[in-house]
């Protein structure tokens, strides 16, 4: 139980470590040499888990693994000969730079790593691609699950990314002006994608990974320490993130199985994220324009004030996404908004919507899971149990697809 114990604790420390060891090192030396520093972060991250496995952990863990990775770096610039790159460096290997730095300057820097992961030289799944491994710390494997990509095409665009980020990025900053505006929009997209990511993980064990959400939470509050970027949108995604976060200990029961919003156990919810969620939500109306985050922000909300799933408007819900699907005409929006609608005109009218989507979204997991739930409410198992049954095939998360499985099996006998 200690070794679990400790496994779990050295995955949260280095997943939060990895992004701000990252963005420390090359702000000090170059964007140049990114490959360089994530060789000599992860070096670091490596010899903490062997060394941390028999010994007590530093009472400065950051502050160690930045000396260990710097050190590295460092050997590895000498050896190279790469003497610009290092030539004035301080290498005073018993000075802690970490512990001369205040929380506020370790922050500005990650913010300026974030912006850099979304330079205008790359393509919008460049800079997902690229934050997902610099700021996130995700192998190439893992990003290509999460993105439903081939691997090795994956591992191409990385690398594609990284040679413009090597080439384009220059000196990290934070654009001034209208340079921000132009790129919060992606940031903003990045973060978006990020925390869905660990709401609903496309495969592994867990249904939701905490650690991906809390660092994508965690990048939008440092976002706020940039008055350029304190927008509605931003407020509004926070609210969003905030809200969906808060169901996060009721979304699995004590075995780790999935839990739909009818059986969640409402007390587990966190009610300081609500009330945070709500202000945040609050900030962003004193904005002047309306955003698609503020939609999903309120329509967020309404989930998480109803008492009991009954007490659900579902009516404000379904306004809210009739306005949702006019500015963000998209295939996941669309079927969203099925599901709120069957809940007040019933499976029937629900199912002659999802036809007019099946040919932008038909064979996908969560297209064919709602269309089995639909038709097991209307009473037609045997087209329930097809398209649940192609549902499982699809599912790569073990949690999604056991209970797909259950309800499948509840359905055999019907």
Request: with cysteine; proline share 3%.
């Amino acid at each position: 139980m200690e070794e679990i114990n400790l496994s779990r604790k050295l995955d949260h420390l280095f997943r939060y470590e990895y992004s701000k060891l990252v963005a420390l090192l090359t702000n000090k030396y170059s964007s140049s040499m990114i490959d360089l520093v994530e060789d000599a972060v992860q070096e670091a991250l490596y010899k903490a888990a062997k060394i941390w496995a028999y010994k007590p952990m530093p009472d400065n863990p950051s502050a160690w693994l930045y000396r260990v990775a710097g050190n590295k770096l460092i050997d590895t610039l000498r050896r190279e000969k790469k003497s610009v790159a290092w030539e004035g460096v301080n290498e005073n290997r018993s000075e802690d730079v970490m512990l001369e730095m205040d929380e506020e300057a370790i922050k500005d820097e990650q913010l300026k790593m974030i912006f850099a992961c979304c330079h205008p030289s790359m393509k919008p799944q460049e800079q997902l691609m690229l934050s997902l491994k610099l700021l996130c710390g995700l192998s190439v494997k893992e990003i290509a699950r999460a993105l439903l990509k081939n691997e090795e095409a994956t591992k191409k665009a990385i690398t594609r990314a990284k040679t413009k980020f090597k080439n384009d990025v220059g000196d990290l900053n934070v654009p001034k002006g209208d340079a921000v505006k132009e790129r919060l929009s992606a940031v903003l997209q990045v973060i978006y994608l990020l925390f869905n990511e660990g709401y609903k993980a496309t495969s592994g064990e867990k249904l939701i990974k905490n650690d991906i959400s809390e660092e994508a939470i965690r990048m939008a509050f440092l976002l706020l320490n940039e008055e350029s970027c304190n927008t509605g949108e931003l407020n509004a995604l926070i609210s969003m993130m905030l809200f969906k976060a808060a169901r996060f200990p009721a979304r699995t029961d004590k075995e780790g199985n999935l839990l739909t919003l009818q059986f969640q156990d409402r007390s587990l919810w966190r009610k300081d994220y609500i009330e945070y969620g709500w202000r945040f939500l609050q900030k962003s109306s004193q904005f002047p324009g309306r955003s698609v985050y503020q939609i999903e922000a309120a329509i967020a909300s309404y989930y998480s004030n109803a008492a009991t799933y009954e007490e659900t408007n579902w009516k404000q819900i379904l306004g809210l996404y009739d306005v949702l699907v006019e500015i963000k005409p998209i295939p996941v929006v669309k079927m969203s908004r099925i599901v709120v609608l069957s809940k007040l005109n019933g499976p029937k009218v629900a199912l002659e919507e999802m036809e007019k989507i099946e040919g932008d979204i038909g064979g996908n997991q969560s297209f064919e899971a709602l269309k089995a739930d639909l038709y097991a409410k209307t009473g037609n198992w045997n087209k329930a149990r097809y398209h649940v049954s192609l549902a499982i095939r699809q599912a790569q998360n073990q949690t999604e697809r056991r209970f797909l499985e259950k309800k499948l099996q509840a359905w055999i006998n019907n």
